[in-house]
């Protein structure tokens, strides 16, 4: 299946692409990764240090995850200490937080900051009022998750977990190029951060199907105008997997 117009395109960061690629593989299928963000540290880790801490003297009711990047951010720094509730936006972010020895209590069906949100309120109810949860986010992340929470009578204090920086249309050239040569029958994404960072350095997303890790990131998609959208069913590597064979088998 890596002959002409074969090849999957991986847009996640190089550290999150190597599993994806053995999973391809493993399916006769050749990929080419090209990642259009990376993650670096906040410009600051006050915010964090600070809210681990007052996790630590039991100033929180709970910690939301929103991706596997804020996890590991957190790891980084500190533990959770005390019983809080943990909450994670969806199932990778669970895992990755199971890798650290700790149980999410809190995984919406629907795998973004609304859903986590909406497990939170269906959960508590007016009991949310007064409770105080620290979210360890991207900065300048999406605000559905604190603004309902805040809507709904919680108080959340967001801090800076790590930075998300797009690639450069000189590092996003090797797609460009293989794109052109029809040489890449489709392309993953995990993230609306990526699809922006392709449609930028590239001036659109091509004409092959786009496979999308989840809902907001299909959105993203279809905002920047691709052509057709392949959703996985779970936003794993697994599920990516084999919605990248399915959409080059409509490629195909």
């Given at each position: ?90 199932q990778g972010t669970a ?6 020895g700790v149980r999410a ?63 450069s249309a000189a590092e ?81």
């Amino acid at each position: 299946m890596s002959g002409a117009g074969g090849l999957v395109a991986i847009t996640r960061p190089a550290e999150q692409a190597a599993s994806l690629a053995a999973l391809l593989e493993a399916k006769g299928i050749g990929s080419l990764v090209v990642p259009a963000i990376r993650r670096e540290p906040p410009s600051s880790w006050a915010g964090l240090d600070r809210g681990i801490a007052l996790l630590g003297r039991g100033t929180y009711a709970g910690v939301l995850f929103t991706s596997p990047a804020a996890v590991e951010a957190f790891f980084s720094r500190g533990r959770v200490t005390g019983e809080p509730v943990i909450g994670a936006v969806g199932q990778g972010t669970a895992a990755a937080l199971e890798r650290h020895g700790v149980r999410a209590a809190i995984v919406p069906d629907e795998g973004n900051g609304s859903g986590l949100a909406g497990a939170l309120i269906d959960r508590y109810g007016a009991r949310l009022h007064g409770m105080r949860f620290l979210q360890p986010r991207a900065a300048g992340g999406r605000e559905e998750l604190s603004r309902e929470l805040l809507a709904a009578g919680a108080a959340v204090d967001v801090v800076d977990a790590y930075r998300t920086v797009l690639a450069s249309a000189a590092e996003l050239d090797p797609l460009r190029r293989a794109l052109e040569a029809g040489s890449v029958g489709a392309v993953i994404y995990a993230s609306p951060s990526a699809v922006r960072a392709v449609a930028e350095a590239i001036g659109s997303l091509g004409e092959v199907p786009a496979v999308a890790i989840g809902g907001t990131t299909a959105v993203a998609l279809q905002a920047w105008g691709a052509r057709e959208v392949v959703v996985a069913e779970r936003p794993d590597d697994e599920a990516l997997a084999a919605a990248a064979a399915q959409a080059l088998r409509r490629n195909g």
